[in-house]
């Protein structure tokens, strides 16, 4: 998570450096030649502001979801990124570009949040209700449409994105650790 929170800060020095050319990465809404900008647009950020604001959430939020494996934590961030930038660019308002962590960072959140109730393992149950008490206020007020200039579609999406992420990547019964029996079971 170091690694990749670093690759955003050295992304927007370079971003800053020559004019802000990195800024165009952002997804603009149904726009089909944006669609190739879903993926790079998780990495750019609009400032050093923006950048800082996700920081901490992301490493925090990253390294617990990393836990369970790094190939696991890729494509949950992956499929987060894609089903976040395919809501950004079908439903945010026209003439509008949206870029940064935060979706990745309510994708992960939700994807933490509903892991244990998909896995059925306790204490992947007890973490994300632990997450969800931690972070859960100020993500809900991040998918309402109150702050002008902040992507809510973005943060909506993440959301949506790590839901279906925890059912994407959610461990089969023959996964299930000898030793370590799933709750209720």
Known sequence: ??????LLWA???VDMTTGHRLDSLGVQPRKAGELVDIVPSAFIHFGYGHVASNTLPL??????AALRGIGRFLGVAFAVIVIDGLGVWAFSPAHTNTAGASGLIFGLFSYLLVR???????LELVVGLLVGAYYGTSILWGVLPVHTG?????HLFGLVGGVAAAYLFRERPAEVRAGEPPYGG
């Open 59 to 64: 490493l925090v939020l990253g390294f617990i």
């Open 116 to 122: 244990g109730f998909v896995d059925r393992r306790a």
């Open 1 to 6: 998570m170091v690694a990749w929170v670093s």
């Open 11 to 13: 992304l927007e020095v």
């Open 150 to 154: 902040v992507s809510w579609q973005g």
